[in-house]
């Protein structure tokens, strides 16, 4: 039986204030909707208790946006107060984040990872990590190739929060792909090698109180029953989809094994590419 993750998300939101082209969780089509934390926090609390998780991001969506987020944050680590805790943010709002928002990411030593999804936007958010954080001082410096922008830099500031900027101008495709009638289905890959190519399969997805493998099996139920008119997807793929179902705490409870439930190739690992081809972030 599973007791412990090494990662797992929280998915809080599906607004975000901007539109990156591509985005693997389609935030940027404006669908609506958020974590109704009051109605799934006892839920979680249950779960902490029988599963220890060594990092925690929070995220969405842009999870800035989420107006329980304080709560959110001292719940999440009141359940696992050991854990490394992130919220996975575009850096963009950080410059509005109010003092007792603020005062609850230091007090509850919440990492912020940053994705730059734009070079113009570096030094604006730097300067509002500083203005709300203290001086950064310089950690590391990981490059993927070298004089690249490409990477990670890692700070630590006054207040000692953890600051992540990723430096992400880059995407690859999402599940969705375009049709003649300029509508969207999903791919149809061969769903082993779709799953070992993928970036999200250790992405677990905590959302109103379960535990989902990753953040399509979240997102694309609530897009395509929102927007409905932008898809056209083959009815035997929307039976898989509706078939998909996520580990709950009755599953943990039963101690059933949820090793393949979580990390094995499952027939909805589909509607993702085989392949990967990156296209530069276009944001609105
Ligand atoms: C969906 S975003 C949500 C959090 C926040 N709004 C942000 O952009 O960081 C979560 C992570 O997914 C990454 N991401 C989103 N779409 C992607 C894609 N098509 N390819 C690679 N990474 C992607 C983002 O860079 C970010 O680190
Ligand atoms: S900032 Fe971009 S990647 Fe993040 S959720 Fe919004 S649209 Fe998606």
């Known amino acids: 039986m599973i007791n412990r993750l090494n990662y797992a998300e929280f998915y809080i939101t599906n607004h975000c204030n901007i539109s990156c082209s591509g985005c693997n969780r389609f935030n940027n089509y404006k669908f609506s909707g958020s ?3 009051d109605s799934y926090c006892n839920i979680y609390k249950e779960w902490s208790s029988l599963l220890n998780i060594d990092h925690i991001a929070i995220l969405g969506g842009e999870p800035l946006l989420h107006p329980k987020l ?8 009141s359940f696992w107060p050991n854990a490394t805790i992130e919220i996975t943010t575009n850096g963009l709002l950080i410059e509005r984040i109010k003092p007792d928002l603020l005062q609850c990411l230091i007090d509850n030593n919440i990492q ?3 994705s730059l999804h734009h070079p113009d936007w570096e030094e604006k958010i730097k300067k509002s990590m500083i203005d709300k954080f203290g001086n950064l001082e310089l950690l ?4 993927i190739i070298e004089n ?3 990477g990670v830099d890692k700070f630590l500031t006054d207040t000692k929060n953890k600051i992540v900027l990723e430096y992400t101008y880059y995407f690859h495709q999402s599940a969705l792909v375009k049709t003649k009638n300029n509508k969207f289905t999903v791919h149809n890959s061969n769903y082993e090698k779709a799953h070992s190519n993928c970036d999200m399969k250790h992405s677990f ?12 099996m979240v997102t694309l139920p609530q897009i395509l029953e929102q927007k409905p008119e932008m898809f056209d997807i083959e009815k035997q793929q929307l039976n898989l989809l509706n078939e998909y179902t996520p580990v709950t705490l009755e ?6 094994d949820l090793h393949d439930m979580l990390y094995s190739p499952m027939p909805q690992c589909e509607f ?3 392949e990967y081809h990156y296209h530069e972030i276009s944001t609105e």
């Not at 304080?70 to 680590?77: A, E, S």
């Not at 959302?207 to 990753?214: A, E, N, S, T, V």
């Not at 599953?251 to 059933?256: F, V």
């Open 148 to 150: 690249n922008p490409a």
């Open 112 to 114: 912020i990872y940053c």
């Open 205 to 216: 997805h905590f959302f109103k109180g379960d535990l989902y493998k990753c953040g399509l």
């Open 251 to 256: 599953h943990i409870k039963s101690g059933a």
């Open 70 to 77: 304080k709560q959110i944050l001292n719940d999440v680590r």
């Open 272 to 274: 993702c590419p085989e």
């Open 35 to 37: 974590e109704d934390w």
């Open 140 to 143: 590391e410096k990981k490059r």
